[in-house]
């Protein structure tokens, strides 16, 4: 399991427009706020995936990534390691090609069940940092 070059995750991160955040809580302490938010002030469009909200950081939330209808093209999520292979599992049925795990979270089944669907992956490595660090403001 390894992260793409610096130079892919820039490409990654210049590419993108939306971001379906998976597990991105309604509380404004809580981490995934936090970082969706920056993201969100950086230019891109936040999809929230929380079965339990209606609504964070003004977007409509969603269920799960099998529900949302439009163009994603980067999955990051906050979940724990141990739910990443069935995240994987829905995050090859949409159209998106990038899976975010932040920091922290990696699994190898994921890994895997992406890499052969053609996934660029991310593990354990936080997108705001990765956005501050490597495409600068």
């Known amino acids: ?5 610096t130079e ?10 939306t971001i379906a955040v998976v597990g991105l809580s309604d509380k404004p302490e809580r ?4 970082i969706a938010r920056a993201m969100q002030d950086a230019g891109y469009r936040i999809i929230p995936v929380n079965p339990r909200a209606k609504e964070v950081l003004g977007e409509k939330a969603y269920g799960s990534l099998k529900d949302i209808q439009e163009p994603i093209d980067i999955i990051n999520v906050f979940r724990r390691s141990e739910y990443l292979p069935d995240i994987a599992k829905e995050a090859i049925k949409t159209d998106a090609s990038v899976f975010w795990a932040q920091q922290g979270v990696k699994n190898e089944e994921a890994y895997e069940i992406l890499k052969e ?3 660029t992956v991310i593990m354990d490595f936080c997108i705001k940092v990765a956005h501050s660090v490597i495409v600068g403001k």
């Open 117 to 119: 669907h053609d996934f």
């Open 1 to 5: 399991m390894e992260n793409p070059s």
């Open 31 to 34: 981490t995934s706020y936090q």
């Open 8 to 17: 892919t995750i820039r490409e990654v991160l210049k590419n993108a427009k």
